[in-house]
C-alpha cells in the first residue's frame, strides 16, 4: 500500500523549532525524489526542501535556507524535515511527497504524484 503520513506539526512560538516526520510505505526512499513542500491560505502550494535520487542531491528553497534541514533515515523508510527560528511566515500546512525520478528541479511540487495528508505549523506569539 502506497502512504505518506506526515506528523510533528504543532503551534509555536516565533524562534523555536519543530521536527516533521513523514513515513512512507510502499515506496524504496532509495529510488525515488522525495519533498517537503507548504501551502498557506491563499497562496499556492510552494517547494520547501528535497532529495533528489539523481546524483543525492538536496535542494532547499531561499527562504528556509540555513533555517531548516532535510535529513532520511533508509532503515526507518523516513523522511524528517527539522525547522529552527521559525518565522509567522512559516505558518502553512506542510505536506511530504514523492516521484519518479525525474529531471526538472524537486522543488516543483506539480512534478509529484503521491502525497500525504499534511500537519499543520503554526508560528505565532
Known amino acids: 500500500q502506497l502512504q505518506l503520513v506526515e506528523s510533528g506539526g504543532g503551534l509555536v512560538q516565533p524562534g523555536g523549532s519543530l521536527r516533521l516526520s513523514c513515513a512512507v510505505s510502499g515506496f524504496t526512499l532509495n529510488y525515488y525524489d522525495i519533498g517537503w513542500f507548504r501551502q498557506a491560505p491563499g497562496k499556492e502550494r510552494e517547494g520547501v526542501s528535497c532529495?533528489?535520487?539523481?546524483?543525492?542531491?538536496?535542494n532547499y528553497a531561499d527562504s528556509v535556507k540555513g533555517r531548516f534541514t532535510i535529513s532520511r533515515d533508509n532503515g526507518k523508510n523516513t523522511v524528517y524535515l527539522q525547522m529552527n527560528s521559525l518565522k509567522p511566515e512559516d505558518t502553512a500546512v506542510y505536506y511530504c511527497?514523492?516521484?519518479?525520478?525525474?529531471?526538472?528541479?524537486?522543488?516543483?511540487?506539480?512534478?509529484?504524484?503521491?502525497w500525504g495528508q499534511g500537519t499543520q505549523v503554526t508560528v505565532s506569539s
Open positions: 511527497a514523492i516521484r519518479v525520478p525525474y529531471s526538472s528541479s524537486c522543488l516543483r511540487p506539480n512534478t509529484y504524484n503521491y
Open positions: 532529495f533528489s535520487s539523481r546524483g543525492g542531491s538536496i
